[in-house]
């Protein structure tokens, strides 16, 4: 079945350091790979998504990913946080080539300490 | 500018009610989801509508029912018969044909149980 993990439910960082959230992916072939943020009340926002090319993708607020094909992780990075970082992060994949649904992971909450 | 408007924001329901959440898009998308959001649990998938007169269910349909009746509007109806209505409802939409193209984000409706 596919799934994707975020193993963390938690991250606090302090500002001014690098950060990282992590996904890992469970799926067939090489998927579509996609992080979303969301703040308190509010929907989710399109960060960066991987395609095919670069495993390093850069994407918005100075966020990027880099793709693993061998440890199937998509890891989302930041060199340097910002307070206004705090959020709630989502890894979504999508099975490539198909017109299947977004999975979800189940979050990571991300805390950025001044 | 475009995009995904829900409401309301906040809804209350009463035992035995049943009660409709609106979901409009201008973004000119073939395609629009329901997801549910409880915490920690990230989202899952109500319903899906990849075009105007149809749609699909998606993995927690029960209690739920759906429209497509226009291309602009997908509304969401939470019946009497889910008895655990109370979470947050996300209303998405994206370009079904180009599985690489994100999905886009209303700031949802809050659903709470009087």
């Known amino acids: 079945a596919q799934s994707v993990a975020q193993p963390e439910d938690q991250v606090n960082v302090a500002e001014g350091n690098p950060l990282t959230v992590k996904c890992t992916y469970s799926?067939?072939?090489?998927?579509?790979l996609f992080w979303y943020v969301q703040y308190p009340n509010r929907g989710l926002q399109f960060l960066l998504k991987?395609?095919?090319?670069?495993?390093l993708v850069k994407g918005s607020y100075g966020f990027e990913a880099e793709f693993n094909k061998s440890q199937t992780s998509f890891h989302l990075k930041k060199p340097s946080a910002l307070v206004s970082d705090s959020a709630l992060y989502f890894c979504?994949?999508?099975?490539?080539?198909?017109?299947?649904?977004?999975?979800f992971g189940k979050g990571t909450k991300l805390s950025v300490k001044p | 500018d475009g995009g995904i408007t829900q409401s309301p924001k906040y809804l209350f329901r009463k035992e035995g009610q049943n009660v409709t959440l609106s979901c409009e898009q201008n973004l000119n998308h073939d395609a629009m989801y329901w997801y549910r959001q409880d915490p920690g649990q990230g989202l899952r998938l109500i319903y899906y509508?990849?075009?105007?007169?149809?749609?699909q269910k998606g993995d927690i349909a029960e209690g739920y029912s759906v429209s497509r009746e226009k291309k602009e509007s997908f509304p969401l109806t939470v019946t009497s018969a889910q008895k655990n209505p109370t979470a947050f409802y996300l209303c998405a939409s994206s370009i079904p044909r180009d599985g690489y193209q994100p999905q886009h984000f209303g700031d949802g409706t809050r659903l709470s149980i009087l």
């Open positions: 799926v067939s072939g090489n998927p579509y």
């Open positions: 509508s990849q075009i105007v007169n149809d749609f």
């Open positions: 979504a994949v999508r099975e490539r080539g198909s017109q299947g649904n977004l999975i």
């Open positions: 991987y395609i095919t090319g670069d495993n």
